[in-house]
């Protein structure tokens, strides 16, 4: 990201927070980021997440380590893991039982990616409700 634009980003979240003084402060974070970080587990490879959002690949690469912890693939996976997560497996053993027949990525890592993103998604939406 550009200095400039970095430096309004970041006052524009000061001036947010001191707004909504009740609200995460990582909200606008979260916001930000959430189509990287679902795309990611939606099977996307670095490539096509780059052409969809027109970033960097050093942010992006940023965000996923940042955020969950996880590297960018050079390959798009043939299954959607946050899919399998929301509604195929009861259970992480069930998840990595289900993915680790799928493929060769870190299913254990998958998974705690997935919970982490739930849970971004579950405090943006908490925030949205509020102005309800």
Request: proline share 3%; charged share 30%.
């Amino acid at each position: 990201m550009p200095e400039n634009v970095s430096k309004n980003w970041e006052v524009f979240k000061e001036r947010f927070r001191e707004a909504n003084a009740d609200v995460n402060p990582d909200i606008l974070d979260f916001i930000a980021v959430e189509d990287i970080l679902l795309s990611h587990l939606n099977g996307y490879s670095l490539e096509r997440i780059l052409e969809i959002y027109q970033l960097s690949e050093e942010y992006v690469t940023i965000v996923l380590e940042e955020f969950m912890k996880v590297s960018p693939r050079d390959y798009a996976l043939d299954f959607n893991p946050y899919n399998i997560y929301k509604n195929q497996a009861v259970d992480k053993k069930m998840f990595i039982g289900i993915v680790s027949k799928k493929s060769r990525e870190n299913a254990e890592k998958l998974y705690e990616a997935c919970t982490i993103l739930e849970k971004i998604s579950e405090e943006i939406n908490e925030f949205y409700l509020q102005g309800d």
